[in-house]
């Protein structure tokens, strides 16, 4: 992985003008090409992270800043939300924030940003049919972005933030309000984009999801953080996660019951069902053998 | 378990001439019965839910509810008995603070404001809210309204709560608060029928689950039987808990347990490794 920074946070703290220290002394930098997933409980600051990413925070809501968040060099608090939504786009939670409510069609969605920043009409159109080429959206382009499914306006909106080519994406939840079949359609999605090199910035709680693509996972408590490291490490520290409220993927929960209660070394504990048929499977085989 | 207080009869229900919401749906509920209603998206399981307590009334078919038929039994009569907590709280909140909010069905059930006051404090007390009384309902973090929507149903005390995507937007903090709060009505001998997403919260709550596609039940039995017919499940794109997964796959190791809960692996590996 290229380990080059595109985002650094440099003991960042912030105040929400009603609630203070939302983020505190926050001290990481966020590769090219990586997918930092970031986990925590609600009020942990996940949203307030995402937020700071493209300048929303503070831009948009005020309150007291102090260090510095840089993206690919430049201070969020001397670029204008223009400059910084080129750079990076934010996903919500909910599609209903996302969309502009002012398309009738999804091809006009997708354009919406570039259209507001005065992009010629061609290049929009361009930018909008692979936009919604990579969400899988291909053939909607005349339908309103109303009558989708959930799943499909999530997507949507992700389109209309790959439309801008932001050099990170950020998804603040993107999968909390939807069925199963919209889960599996928006995370296969950012699964590809992964997949494709994109950095990717996702905070969730469907973290035996999230532990299938996630390089780095940031666990965030009250503010601060608490975690940062490779996934592998982070999803195993079972005690810790459970501490914050946290549930880790069950087959680490599983592994770290084994260890403690019965004594059974399992070395590197599985985060994925892959992993965890592998470890498990073994242990089991190896016992009827002896047996 | 007790006696049927919830019979549904081949119950057919069409919001239009071209919108089929539920296509023959039959099934009894027992007093005291822990159900999780799955299903996709427009499968029908909030369609049914409404017919269950009288919001809707079937186009085909009858509702009988503690052996009074919805059809033709007065709504509010109906909805003292099965009370229904709304996915959305922006969809159910509406006054300004969280006693008013929880005074509301009390109140029009009738009874008089000590009666009111007791109930509010005893709902309050079961959701862990206590202390919230003047609170704005819209200042309470997203759990805490959820909470509040509960205890709402709560204070009209029916004998069967639907409750609608309990733990959505929740963290695994506050599913876990829901678990404590929905076992805890159940003990008390409530009937609970909780329509999810979340498979998780099924295999570590519900005894029995339905499992709804395209209008109809596919599939209604002890949980256990459910979310481990991996094949009934892929049909409808639903995946189970990764522990039943897990023993799904341990299967061509010679495991033959179809363990639900992250409790019953270790259980089950207790056992292989003794």
Redesign the interface.
Known sequence: MPREPIIIFDHFTYSYPTTPNALVDIDLKIHRGEVLGVIGPNGAGKSTFCKSLNGLVPHFYGGTVKGRVLVDGKDTLEMTPAELSLKVGLVFQEPESQLSGLSLTVEDEVGFGLSMLGFPSELIRERAREALEKVGLKGFEKRSPFELSGGEQQRLAIATVLAMKPEVMVLDEPVALLDPIGKYEVLSTVIELASEGSTIVIAEHEIEEIAYFANRILALNEGRIVSLDDAKKVLAEVEKLKSLGVDPPSVAELSYMLERELGVKIGEYPITLPEALKIYGELVRERWERK | MGEKIIEVKDVWFKYSEEVTALRGVSLEIEEGELIALIG???SGKTTLAKNLNGLLKPTKGDVIVKGMNTKNTPTHIITNIVGYVFQNPAHQIFTKTVYEEVAYGPRNQGLSEDEVKERVRMALEMVGLTGYEETHPYDL???QMKLLMIASIIAMQPEVYVLDEPT???????R?ELIRLIRKLNDEGKTIIVIT?DM?FVAETSERTILMANGKVIGDGPTREILSNVDLLKQT???P???V??FH??R????EVNALT?QE??NA??D??S
Not at chain 2, 252 to 255: I, K, P, Q, S, T
């Open positions: 996709q998206n427009g973090n997203y759990g959505s937007g929740q963290d695994h903090r506050g876990r997403h998780r794109a639903i995946k808990p990764q522990i997964q897990l796959g341990l061509e190791y010679g495991v992250i692996a270790f590996f207790k292989i490794l």
